[in-house]
């Protein structure tokens, strides 16, 4: 049969989860832990290769994928080169720490994805221009005042299975979310309905928390909202007055009416 090129071994092994040192590289600053496919000169293939530390990253890089690895932090000088970055995949590594200054220099980031990892703050200094940041499954227990301050343009915040309480979230921590749709913080340890979330919300997840009740008009001005999940939480009858949502979902709870 034909012989098998090496860029199709490559694909297998990585289809297979296995590592293998990538194949020789059309670009000279493509780190040796890492792919770089001609076809897609802005992209970063970095993932799956016991990583212990961000390589460096080249400045053409737009699409920058890194999850799956060992990192345990993320330093100042991780991303210095490479202020083109629209796209960061740090999910499943072992970070705990993010130094602050990080993203400063990346104000063209629209997605961050940290999930599955041992965070136990909301990193500070995030980009105001980000649409996406994923920070599931972490040990987040904190949230510094204005993490989320100037983030106009940020339409999806994932914060589930965490241990977000309700002193975690200030009055106004999503104040400045004008254009959010969805909003998860399902899996926390909230016993309130978070406060002042954004008008224009189109899903919210607060299912296996430990909800007693929602306040009466809690939804009165939510014009968009479609979906809501507060299953698994501590609501009786008492506590729920008479919603009527397109889409809910209470089971879990103690309810017998909506």
């Not at 940290?114 to 040990?139: F, I, T, Y």
Request: aromatic content about 10%; some cysteine.
């Amino acid at each position: 049969g034909r012989q098998m090129d090496i860029s199709s071994i490559f694909l297998l092994l990585s289809v297979c989860g296995l590592t293998w040192p990538s194949p020789p590289s059309e670009f000279p600053d493509c780190p040796r832990e890492c792919f770089c496919p001609p076809s897609y000169p802005n992209a970063l293939y970095c993932e799956n290769r016991n990583i212990r530390k961000v390589p460096i990253i080249p400045f053409r890089t737009h699409y920058l994928y890194l999850q799956n690895n060992y990192i345990d932090q993320v330093t100042a000088d991780s991303f210095k080169n490479c202020t083109e970055l629209k796209w960061i995949n740090l999910g499943n590594n072992r970070i705990r720490s993010v130094e602050k200054q990080l993203f400063e220099k990346l104000p063209n980031l629209l997605y961050l994805y940290m999930q599955r990892n041992e965070l136990k703050e909301v990193p500070d200094d995030l980009p105001a221009g980000l649409e996406q940041l994923r920070l599931s499954h972490n040990q987040i227990s904190k949230i510094p005042p204005g993490a989320f301050s100037k983030m106009e343009h940020l339409a999806l915040l994932d914060l589930h299975h965490n241990r977000i309480s309700d002193s975690s979230l200030g009055k106004n921590i999503f104040k400045d979310l004008k254009n959010l749709i969805q909003l998860n913080l399902a899996h926390n340890i909230l016993r309130k309905m978070p406060a002042n979330i954004p008008k224009s919300l189109f899903q919210l997840f607060l299912d296996k928390n430990n909800i007693e009740e929602i306040p009466q008009d809690y939804f009165k001005d939510f014009t968009h909202l479609a979906f809501v999940r507060l299953n698994h939480n501590h609501l009786s009858d008492k506590g729920l007055p008479k919603l009527v949502f397109n889409q809910n979902d209470k089971r879990g709870n103690n309810v017998t009416t909506v």
